[in-house]
């Protein structure tokens, strides 16, 4: 099944067929309906970029920027080519709802992205997908097809004379290229290395040109929002934060999986849909929006709400929606190990502070799980972190920095023991029985 | 180099963008040749890069950047492990030893009868499925468990 579960959904309704993501059941399900309706009742730009405007849809894919306002640094009157492209790369551990999207309700997307295109000025667009996906990507293409056959894309869309081409580009193994601006390096065929702003996408993105990059799931919510109108995708969430968003679970939970529940709806319910903690254990912490994310004690996560504010409250962020459950099995040591070899792994290497910094952040946390730790290595990572932040082109240094930050204020009784006795405070055995890897039988 | 079946998909690839934008190709033209030899050789690199009329290093930068690319040699098929943190939790890590074990090598060795190439990779956004591998950057396989691993070695002979 396509979504495991939602609270009143939008983006995962009637998904469940095997043909679900064709043209023919996307049309049936009031598909392209949206554009349809913009182009042939003459509804202007503006009025496009108002309407998301008013829906308060915030950036799905981490940095949870309003949609709308985004849109409107777009300079519509420009001559000439302007694009729109669609970040759909998605590396950030933990998330894994752009995935499901495409696979099941690629023509969202499409028409989201059409839509766009007409309200920016846009006659171009791009989707990049993430590289390990190839199954998607090639559906992608089969529904682009669909599209161009249909006449929602192409020349003279709908009679309308509006005119939008729209093609897939595979990744190939690059998280940074999550980074817009390394993503926009990576479709003009040079490495993926993020671009220093000022000048923003809007005025020089693509091939130089004004060029606004949106998330997958960000798209797909515009048909919707332009079909209920943005007033109502509002009151579908909370204030501040409108409509549904899918999250991504993962971790130790009974049933893995997305779900698209309404912002603002609490954790606790959340956790229950995926079927509660594995084996009935305790939370010990939760990761709520992609490993980027600084790490939330249970007991804190237990109480909040899944929208931006509430996270930002608990001292984290909602980023893409990917909820990484962590139960007493886990050694957060080793957690954090892993996360930080990620970031070595996937720095670009342009800027110095986070080249070498990621460097030094793994080859501590790593020294201290193996039981190398030393007495000041509390101290030396934090000092690491503080000379990475802010002082690099995009967030990945950040992104290194946050999970050890947080991960050593909210845990650091169980860093010190690690450096005073050389092992886990959670005996081996039980991390791996945790981890169901041995027992499973589905 | 390049066979025709590999030109004409990689003409295909340079359509998508604007006529003095070949270049943009290059990801699809590197995957096409990769698929078509097994690996990336600079032979191969320096054919796409004259195909599409751009400076060899600038094609190479791109094929030592992007970690999907093989620039030596990898078996028949090559297993790519996630290990990363939410599949870590899931078995991925385990997976990962008991794969080690079945086949006798470690992360980047290839088994002696030149068949399967283990690889441990970065998150593949598809953590809820953990434990997950890939087959040559191409096939997904899901809830990969010792039963499941099993059958698919069985399968890649």
Same mark, same amino acid.
């Given at each position: 099944?396509?979504?495991?579960?939602?609270?009143?959904?939008?983006?995962?309704?009637?998904?469940?067929?095997?043909?679900?993501?064709?043209?023919?059941?996307?049309?049936?399900?009031?598909?392209?309906?949206?554009?349809?309706?913009?182009?042939?009742?003459?509804?202007?730009?503006?009025?496009?970029?108002?309407?998301?405007?008013?829906?308060?849809?915030?950036?799905?894919?981490?940095?949870?920027?309003?949609?709308?306002?985004?849109?409107?640094?777009?300079?519509?009157?420009?001559?000439?080519?302007?694009?729109?492209?669609?970040?759909?790369?998605?590396?950030?551990?933990?998330?894994?709802?752009?995935?499901?999207?495409?696979?099941?309700?690629?023509?969202?997307?499409?028409?989201?992205?059409?839509?766009?295109?007409?309200?920016?000025?846009?006659?171009?667009?791009?989707?990049?997908?993430?590289?390990?996906?190839?199954?998607?990507?090639?559906?992608?293409?089969?529904?682009?097809?669909?599209?161009?056959?249909?006449?929602?894309?192409?020349?003279?869309?709908?009679?309308?004379?509006?005119?939008?081409?729209?093609?897939?580009?595979?990744?190939?193994?690059?998280?940074?290229?999550?980074?817009?601006?390394?993503?926009?390096?990576?479709?003009?065929?040079?490495?993926?290395?993020?671009?220093?702003?000022?000048?923003?996408?809007?005025?020089?993105?693509?091939?130089?040109?004004?060029?606004?990059?949106?998330?997958?799931?960000?798209?797909?919510?515009?048909?919707?929002?332009?079909?209920?109108?943005?007033?109502?995708?509002?009151?579908?969430?909370?204030?501040?934060?409108?409509?549904?968003?899918?999250?991504?679970?993962?971790?130790?939970?009974?049933?893995?999986?997305?779900?698209?529940?309404?912002?603002?709806?609490?954790?606790?319910?959340?956790?229950?849909?995926?079927?509660?903690?594995?084996?009935?254990?305790?939370?010990?912490?939760?990761?709520?929006?992609?490993?980027?994310?600084?790490?939330?004690?249970?007991?804190?996560?237990?109480?909040?709400?899944?929208?931006?504010?509430?996270?930002?409250?608990?001292?984290?962020?909602?980023?893409?929606?990917?909820?990484?459950?962590?139960?007493?099995?886990?050694?957060?040591?080793?957690?954090?190990?892993?996360?930080?070899?990620?970031?070595?792994?996937?720095?670009?290497?342009?800027?110095?502070p986070?080249?070498?910094?990621?460097?030094?952040?793994?080859?501590?946390?790593?020294?201290?799980?193996?039981?190398?730790?030393?007495?000041?290595?509390?101290?030396?990572?934090?000092?690491?972190?503080t000379n990475i932040m802010g002082r690099t082109?995009?967030a990945?240094g950040d992104?290194?920095s946050?999970?050890?930050?947080?991960?050593?204020?909210?845990?650091?009784?169980?860093?010190?023991?690690?450096?005073?006795?050389?092992?886990?405070?959670?005996?081996?055995?039980?991390?791996?029985?945790?981890?169901?890897?041995?027992?499973?039988?589905? | 180099?390049?066979?025709?079946?590999?030109?004409?998909?990689?003409?295909?690839?340079?359509?998508?963008?604007?006529?003095?934008?070949?270049?943009?190709?290059?990801?699809? %033209?590197?995957?096409? $040749?990769? &698929?078509?030899?097994?690996?990336?050789?600079?032979?191969?690199?320096?054919? /796409?890069?004259? #195909?599409?009329?751009? %400076?060899?290093?600038? $094609?190479? &930068?791109?094929?030592?950047?992007?970690?999907?690319?093989?620039?030596?040699? /990898?078996?028949? #098929?090559?297993?790519?492990?996630?290990?990363?943190?939410?599949?870590?939790?899931?078995?991925?890590?385990?997976?990962?030893?008991?794969?080690?074990?079945?086949?006798?090598?470690?992360?980047?060795?290839?088994?002696?009868?030149?068949?399967?190439?283990?690889?441990?990779?970065?998150?593949?956004?598809?953590?809820?499925?953990?434990?997950?591998?890939?087959?040559?950057?191409?096939?997904?396989?899901?809830?990969?468990?010792?039963?499941?691993?099993?059958?698919?070695?069985?399968?890649?002979?």
């Open positions: 099944m396509a979504i495991l579960g939602a609270i009143n959904p939008m983006l995962s309704v009637g998904l469940d067929g095997d043909n679900a993501w064709r043209l023919a059941d996307y049309v049936k399900r009031d598909g392209y309906s949206s554009l349809r309706r913009i182009l042939e009742s003459g509804i202007g730009q503006g009025d496009v970029i108002n309407e998301v405007k008013k829906s308060v849809l915030r950036g799905r894919g981490g940095a949870g920027f309003p949609t709308g306002l985004k849109w409107s640094f777009m300079p519509r009157s420009f001559p000439g080519d302007k694009y729109v492209v669609c970040n759909s790369d998605e590396g950030e551990p933990g998330t894994f709802k752009d995935r499901d999207i495409l696979r099941y309700n690629p023509h969202a997307v499409i028409e989201g992205m059409a839509i766009a295109a007409f309200a920016m000025g846009a006659t171009r667009g791009y989707n990049y997908i993430h590289g390990e996906v190839w199954e998607i990507y090639q559906r992608f293409e089969e529904a682009l097809d669909e599209a161009r056959a249909a006449g929602f894309l192409g020349r003279n869309i709908l009679g309308s004379g509006f005119d939008f081409d729209l093609f897939a580009h595979h990744g190939y193994g690059a998280y940074i290229c999550g980074e817009e601006t390394a993503l926009l390096e990576s479709i003009e065929g040079k490495k993926g290395q993020p671009r220093f702003k000022p000048p923003f996408p809007a005025s020089f993105g693509l091939y130089g040109k004004p060029t606004t990059i949106n998330n997958t799931e960000t798209f797909a919510s515009v048909p919707y929002i332009i079909n209920m109108g943005g007033e109502s995708y509002l009151e579908a969430g909370k204030p501040n934060n409108g409509g549904t968003k899918l999250f991504s679970v993962s971790g130790h939970v009974n049933r893995p999986g997305n779900y698209e529940v309404p912002l603002g709806t609490p954790f606790a319910a959340l956790l229950e849909m995926a079927g509660g903690m594995r084996g009935g254990r305790k939370l010990k912490g939760c990761i709520p929006g992609g490993s980027s994310a600084p790490v939330v004690p249970g007991p804190t996560m237990m109480d909040c709400t899944m929208d931006y504010d509430s996270i930002s409250k608990a001292g984290s962020m909602l980023g893409s929606g990917a909820v990484i459950v962590m139960d007493e099995t886990t050694c957060m040591v080793r957690a954090l190990e892993r996360l930080s070899y990620f970031y070595y792994e996937e720095s670009c290497g342009q800027c110095t986070c080249r070498e910094g990621t460097s030094w952040l793994y080859k501590v946390v790593h020294r201290i799980e193996h039981g190398n730790g030393r007495a000041d290595d509390l101290d030396l990572l934090a000092s690491v972190t082109i995009c990945l992104a290194a946050m999970p050890v930050q947080s991960f050593i204020k909210h845990f650091r009784d169980e860093f010190a023991y690690h450096i005073e006795n050389r092992k886990c405070l959670v005996p081996v055995d039980v991390q791996r029985a945790g981890s169901g890897f041995f027992t499973a039988t589905a | 180099m390049l066979t025709s079946e590999s030109l004409k998909r990689i003409d295909r690839e340079i359509a998508k963008y604007p006529a003095d934008q070949k270049q943009s190709a290059v990801m699809a %033209a590197l995957a096409i $040749a990769q &698929e078509q030899q097994g690996w990336l050789s600079s032979e191969a690199i320096e054919a /796409v890069a004259n #195909y599409l009329g751009m %400076a060899p290093i600038a $094609a190479y &930068e791109v094929a030592s950047f992007y970690n999907m690319y093989d620039l030596k040699p /990898v078996g028949k #098929y090559k297993l790519s492990v996630c290990t990363n943190l939410p599949c870590m939790l899931t078995g991925g890590v385990d997976a990962g030893e008991y794969l080690k074990r079945k086949l006798g090598i470690g992360f980047n060795e290839t088994t002696p009868d030149g068949l399967i190439t283990l690889k441990e990779s970065e998150c593949m956004g598809a953590c809820g499925d953990a434990p997950v591998m890939i087959v040559n950057n191409r096939r997904m396989c899901s809830w990969m468990n010792p039963e499941q691993i099993d059958k698919l070695l069985a399968e890649l002979k």
